[in-house]
């Protein structure tokens, strides 16, 4: 399985309305009956956010994932605990996306290559 490395960095936001989000490539919003969440690359923080956690590297799963494939995220997110690297997952449509911090970013991509992964 690839692992493609995203480029930006990242940040995830909880937000007071949505009214002011850029609808950017790699922007997840989620908006439940408890709050508005939103994963976006830093530069295009909405200035209304109520909090920002900023810091964060991403990768993706490559290629469309059917929706019958079980334990792929499992897989992954274990490899990083046992490494002592949290995670913040997103899923799409398509495929999954994994956020570490920063300064973890380079172990995680190291993990994952010796565990048989191909990181791009």
């Known amino acids: 399985m690839t692992i493609e490395a995203l480029k ?8 007071k309305s949505k009214d002011n989000v850029s609808l950017d490539e790699f922007t997840f919003l989620s908006i439940t009956d408890e709050e ?10 909405p200035n209304d956010t109520e909090t920002v956690e900023k810091g964060w590297r991403g990768f993706r799963i490559k290629g469309v994932l059917d929706f019958s494939l079980i334990g792929i ?5 274990d490899i990083l605990a046992k490494g002592n690297i949290g995670i913040f997952a997103v899923s ?6 994994i956020f570490v911090k920063k300064e973890s970013f380079g172990r995680a991509l190291e ?10």
């Open 8 to 15: 930006n960095d990242f940040c995830v936001c909880r937000l």
């Open 36 to 45: 508005i969440s939103l994963v976006c690359a830093e530069k295009n923080v």
């Open 73 to 77: 995220l499992s897989r992954i997110s």
């Open 92 to 97: 799409t449509y398509n495929t999954d996306y």
């Open 111 to 120: 993990l994952l290559k010796a565990n048989d992964y191909d990181v791009i």
